[in-house]
């Protein structure tokens, strides 16, 4: 026998936020049993699913897990604008003039994240 993750948890002091905040990130949405207030908020997106529960300690280090986001419709670069106008912040800029590497981005509660070159910027 075998194990599937079924989630991908984080910890969180508003999870309802940080559920919308990355169901517009990953074109996802929030469970129709979460809502404002709640301990914990679900969000489903394309095969993924984030799980986002309530800790009372603040986000201190650096996260040992991250995401690695690809985008699938626009550049790498469009991309990391698009999510700073959805609220998240650039941690360290680790894109090269040669349109490799990636942004570190931070969610509005600081987990960091990667968005690298899209699939297209790859094989160009």
């Known amino acids: 026998m075998t194990s599937r993750v079924r989630h991908i948890t984080l910890d969180s002091h ?3 936020a940080q559920a919308l905040f990355w169901a517009q990130v990953l074109g ?3 469970s129709d049993e979460d809502l404002p207030g709640d301990p914990e908020a679900l969000v489903h997106a394309g095969g993924a699913a984030l799980l ?3 800790v009372p300690e603040a986000k201190t280090l ?3 897990v991250h995401l690695d986001l690809q985008p699938e419709d626009r550049t790498r670069d ?5 999510l700073l106008g959805l609220g998240a912040r650039l941690v360290d ?3 090269r003039p040669d349109g490799r590497g990636f942004a570190v981005l931070a969610d509005p509660e600081g ?3 990667c968005v690298e070159p899209s699939a297209a910027e790859r094989s160009a």
Not at 78 to 82: A, F, Q
């Open 93 to 95: 800029d680790r894109r």
């Open 111 to 113: 987990n960091e994240f």
């Open 14 to 16: 508003a999870p309802y």
């Open 52 to 54: 986002f529960v309530t």
């Open 28 to 30: 996802g949405n929030v």
């Open 78 to 82: 469009e991309e990391v604008t698009r």
């Open 62 to 64: 650096k996260n040992r």
